[in-house]
């Protein structure tokens, strides 16, 4: 069974950074696709960045210049740097990884989320 977990998440101050981490493990062949997302109470889960089979990152506008995704295909490792963070970006952040297996099946699973929260 494949396990997606993400950490880092915390509370910051305004224009602060904060590092999230995530790691797949378990049984696969690879990790075609990534991706952040984001959920606020209320509010439908976004995307925030992620990087597809081409390996090259997209971001939502809303963190274009202040994030930075990227990812280890050796270690199975992706994070994301956040920087300058504002009291809107403060969510439970998700990890969904799109999951390759030894029969080239593809399978999308998530973590359980990391709070990340910004005040003063």
């Known amino acids: 069974q494949v396990r997606i977990v993400e950490s880092g998440g915390g509370l910051v101050q305004p224009g602060g950074s904060l590092t999230l981490s995530c790691a797949a493990s378990g049984s696969f062949w690879t990790i075609y696709a990534w991706g952040w997302y984001r959920q606020s109470p209320g509010q439908e889960r976004e995307l925030v960045a992620g990087?597809?089979?081409?390996?090259?990152?997209s971001y939502a506008n809303s963190v274009k210049g202040r994030d930075t995704i990227s990812r280890d295909n050796d270690k199975n490792i992706m994070t994301l740097q956040m920087n300058s963070l504002k009291p809107e970006d403060t969510a439970v952040y998700f990890c969904?990884?799109?999951?390759?297996?030894?029969?080239?099946?593809?399978?999308?699973?998530w973590g359980q989320g990391t709070q990340v929260t910004v005040a003063s």
């Open positions: 990087f597809d089979g081409d390996s090259f990152p």
């Open positions: 969904s990884a799109e999951v390759q297996g030894i029969n080239m099946e593809h399978r999308i699973l």
